[in-house]
């Protein structure tokens, strides 16, 4: 197994960061507090889903985020993989293991897709080889330690047992030969698997070309079906003015017919309006008879107005000379009353 990349966000000091490791050997420096620790920290978590030296994964996350994420790409018999961890504070971990082909990520096991996370770490060993403890004591192992397996001599085993948490050489050999038979298995079924797939390639190429032809046929029916349809097409819109122009006949003839009628009617009128002119003319003559008794009748009218007035003027006069006639009697009952008047006085007198 290699380790090819790991990309971490939000975890710890690291807000966005990719890591890309070589072929050979590497080294990470830095000061203090740098965050060289944090690397390994996250390859742990990565290769595990646990926390190292803190007690839950949910501390590695930075302290102004609410979830933090760790990606690993590495090689492991020449394929390439990844393992990809999602924590949040609120819900905890989302997991996920493929395969990369092309820069294209292939899911073998995902909690998101119902996966439990014990099936994830599962599929990590079976890609690995390397169980928690193994990957714990590579990962954070003393310096001390590596000195003595590189260096070789009697603190080789011991290394050797630490590290690897095996016994002895022999079992090393005897775990390397199980992994690597694992891997011919794999590498077995993975043959198998591809020439299932060309056979099925094969055949999938012959269905092809059969799909061809069936469809160059099918292309060829549908360019006939077209034409057919077009010519439909152009006899509908001929029948459509055909139909078009026989209704514009049918009108005409029935405008015709109409017309013969106003004509008709129009006749009958035409008669009828030359007796009334023969009527109205004679009327016109009668007319004239009416207009000079009409014009004589109105000056005996003009005289007899001019009568009445000269009646009204002497109502008037009249008038005038009733009231006089009222005012004269007055004025005799006034001169009566005052000669009685004075015959009484003259009556008292002479019998004094």
């Known amino acids: 197994m290699r380790l090819k990349q790991i990309h971490l966000r939000n975890f710890r000091k ?8 070589s072929e050979n050997l590497n080294l990470i420096e830095g000061e203090n507090n740098a965050g ?10 990565g290769l595990t889903g646990n926390a190292l030296n803190f007690r839950s994964p949910k501390e590695y ?14 090689t492991s018999a020449g394929t390439n993989y990844f393992i990809r961890r999602h924590y949040t504070r609120s819900s905890g971990g989302e997991y996920s293991i493929g395969r990369v082909k092309n820069e294209e990520r292939t899911i073998l096991e995902s909690t998101e897709k119902g996966s439990k996370a014990s099936e994830v770490n599962k599929k990590l060993y079976d890609v690995t080889g390397l169980n928690r403890k193994i990957i714990e004591n590579v990962t954070y192992a003393a310096q001390q330690k590596f000195v003595n397996l590189i260096e070789g001599g009697k603190s080789q085993k011991d290394a050797m ?3 690897f948490d095996f016994k002895t050489i022999d079992e090393v050999t005897k775990q390397a030969k199980k992994v690597i038979k694992n891997r011919e ?4 079924r993975k043959n198998d698997i591809k020439e299932r797939l060309e056979r099925r390639e094969e055949e999938l190429n012959e269905q092809e070309k059969q799909q061809n032809q069936l469809q160059e046929e099918k292309d060829n029916l549908e360019s006939e079906i077209k034409e057919i349809e077009q010519n439909l097409k152009q006899t509908k819109k001929k029948k459509e003015e055909l139909e078009e122009r026989f209704e514009q006949l049918e009108s005409a003839k029935q405008l015709s017919q109409k017309l013969e009628t106003k004509k008709h009617v129009l006749d009958e009128k035409k008669q009828n309006l030359r007796k009334k002119k023969a009527k109205l003319e004679e009327i016109g003559k009668d007319k004239e008879d009416i207009d000079e008794k009409v014009n004589k009748t109105k000056e005996k009218l003009e005289k007899t107005e001019s009568q009445l007035e000269d009646i009204d003027k002497k109502k008037e006069n009249l008038s005038e000379l009733q009231q006089k006639k009222k005012s004269a009697e007055t004025r005799i009952e006034q001169l009566q009353k005052q000669g009685s008047d004075l015959k009484q006085k003259i009556g008292e007198k002479k019998v004094q």
Do not use: P, R
């Open 161 to 163: 047992d630490y590290i």
């Open 14 to 21: 690291f807000n966005n960061e990719k890591i890309e490791f």
């Open 36 to 45: 060289k620790s944090s690397v390994f920290y996250a390859i742990y978590f």
């Open 61 to 74: 996350i930075n302290f102004d985020e609410s979830k933090m994420m760790v990606d690993i790409e590495f």
């Open 185 to 188: 298995t794999q590498v077995e």
